[in-house]
């Protein structure tokens, strides 16, 4: 097995025995996935536990699910993932009395703990500046749409 296979593979075993944890709410991953793979593996469960044969479609099989996870390790969200982060904290850096805003939000609402996504509804401040930079500086390329008739200015 090559050294990728194994990193990528590391995820798969570890999560199917996590999904009965909590996080830091006490809530298991089937009310607050942690994750894409959280969300993915309970899928398959669900798939699996409603089966009468006992079996998931082929895009659910753990080696469709482990080839995705290289897929997406890989090829897809790396460069898309790595400048939006980049040009956040470029933003921050340049905007101190956001980052200040930011962290004091960050801090009210989960205190030392990392944020999940139990607590999104509860961090408008955080969702606005990440769409925020987003608008300034999208990451996927630009589509040109254009109005399918006149419009009044």
């Known amino acids: 097995e090559y050294a990728i296979a194994k990193y990528t593979h590391q995820p798969l075993r570890h999560h199917n025995p996590l999904l009965s944890s909590t996080d830091h709410h006490g809530l298991p991953p089937t009310t607050n996935p942690r994750d894409y793979l959280d969300f993915v593996l309970l899928k398959r ?38 400048t939006a982060t980049d040009w ?18 960050l801090k009210n609402v989960c205190g030392d703990e990392q944020p999940s996504l139990a607590d999104r509804n509860r961090l408008p401040y955080v969702q606005a500046v990440i769409h925020e930079s987003l608008r300034r500086m999208p990451v996927a390329p630009m589509i040109g749409r254009m109005s399918a008739k006149a419009t009044r200015a």
Do not use: C
């Open 45 to 82: 469960e669900e798939i699996l536990n409603k089966s009468r044969e006992n079996t998931v479609p082929s895009y659910l099989t753990m080696d469709a699910i482990y080839y995705s996870q290289l897929d997406n390790l890989g090829l897809a969200g790396f460069d898309t993932t790595a």
């Open 88 to 105: 956040s904290v470029i933003f921050l850096v340049n905007n101190p009395e956001v980052q200040e805003k930011l962290y004091k939000e």
